[in-house]
């Protein structure tokens, strides 16, 4: 995390491709409290390729999927990855 916290501190587009591969899920946590800190500060803006439903619950984030053409913008709640997670935690044993 401190890699993230001294590199956002440079102004500029940050182009990331599933930053969540080397976090544990509290460090996808503070990543999303960073991430909100630094644009809303208007220091950095953010473009995030994720399966991290952690991730795309990020405050304010536009949600595109490019699972159809054109890409088009989705709500959290409709995004495949929130709903597959959403749907083992409500029912693990159907799954394993």
């Known amino acids: 995390?401190?890699?993230?916290?001294?590199?956002?501190?440079?102004?500029?587009l940050y182009l990331l491709d599933e930053p969540e591969t080397a976090l544990s899920p509290r460090?996808?946590?503070?990543?999303?409290?960073?991430?909100?800190?630094?644009a809303g500060q208007g220091h950095a803006q953010f473009v995030i390729a994720s399966h991290s439903p952690i991730l795309l619950a990020c405050p304010g984030a536009q949600i595109y999927s490019f699972d159809e053409i054109p890409a088009r913008e989705v709500p959290y709640e409709e995004t495949e990855h929130y709903r597959?997670?959403?749907?083992?935690?409500?029912?693990?044993?159907?799954?394993?």
């Open 27 to 38: 460090s996808e946590l503070l990543f999303v409290r960073l991430i909100k800190e630094m």
């Open 1 to 12: 995390m401190s890699f993230f916290r001294s590199r956002y501190r440079i102004k500029g």
């Open 84 to 96: 597959v997670y959403k749907a083992f935690m409500e029912n693990r044993e159907k799954y394993l």
